[in-house]
Antibody, heavy 123, light 110 residues
Framework: EVQLVQSGTEVKKPGESLKMSCKGF????????IGWVRQMPGKGLEWMGI????????RYSPSFQGQVIISADKSISTAYLQWSNLKASDTAIYYC????????????????WGQGTLVTVSS | SYELTQPPSVSVSPGQTARITCSGD??????AHWYQQKPGQAPVMVIY???ERPSGIPERFSGSSSGTTVTLTISGVQAEDEADYYCQSVDTSGSYPHVLFGGGTKLTVL
């Protein structure tokens, strides 16, 4: 079974750093893009970026470029999303998902999704 | 860049047919995909490449495409179908492809 398992709930203070993880099981981790998606409280889905673990090629949404870093360690089938200076506005659920359909991206879809990581940033 | 536009809400009675639309200028050239998200749960893909239904998704879910609009149809709606639904596509107008989501549609089963 293809599965993505994310790290647990985080409670942070403004200005702190954070690195969350997403581990893939049941498929060739290096052969599929992985994407990150933000969902703020009561809001819709926002694409943050994608990474191809095979060569770590990364593409960011303009809205998140420079705000987060997406990385991957293919040796342990794990992708990461990290911040160096959290803000209260980063409070959200963050999902990783396999970006399936091919290496060219243009026709791809997200399946499956991780269970989500809740991040609360509050002083 | 362009946007994907969905109605904020759709309401139907059990057993009726629900149609959720997603409009975007590039949809005649790009595939759209649909996700179902129930409260407190991660999204689940229900339709990919406009019309394809993955295994495990009930046959009452179907997708169609016409011009700049794609439609998710749920035939014989059941109470368990009450959820938020999102469309997704890829914008290729920039220097590299960007993923887009529609704003989401809340399906209420009356």
């Amino acid at each position: 079974e293809v599965q993505l398992v994310q790290s647990g709930t985080e409670v942070k203070k403004p200005g702190e750093s954070l690195k969350m993880s997403c581990k893939g099981f049941g498929y060739s981790f290096t052969s599929h893009w992985i994407g990150w998606v933000r969902q703020m409280p009561g809001k819709g889905l926002e694409w943050m970026g994608i990474i191809y673990p095979g060569d770590s090629e990364t593409r960011y949404s303009p809205s998140f470029q420079g705000q987060v870093i997406i990385s991957a360690d293919k040796s342990i089938s794990t992708a990461y999303l990290q911040w160096s200076n959290l803000k209260a506005s980063d409070t959200a659920i963050y999902y990783c998902a396999r970006f399936a359909g091919g290496t060219t991206v243009v026709s791809n879809w997200f399946d499956p999704w991780g269970q989500g990581t809740l991040v609360t940033v509050s002083s | 860049s362009y946007e994907l536009t969905q109605p904020p809400s759709v309401s139907v009675s059990p057993g009726q047919t629900a149609r959720i639309t997603c409009s975007g200028d590039a949809l005649p050239k790009q595939y759209a995909h649909w996700y179902q998200q129930k409260p407190g749960q991660a999204p689940v893909m229900v339709i990919y490449k406009d019309t394809e239904r993955p295994s495990g998704i009930p046959e009452r879910f179907s997708g169609s495409s016409s011009g700049t609009t794609v439609t998710l149809t749920i035939s014989g709606v059941q109470a368990e179908d009450e959820a938020d639904y999102y469309c997704q596509s890829v914008d290729t107008s920039g220097s590299y492809p960007h993923v887009l989501f529609g704003g989401g549609t809340k399906l209420t089963v009356l």
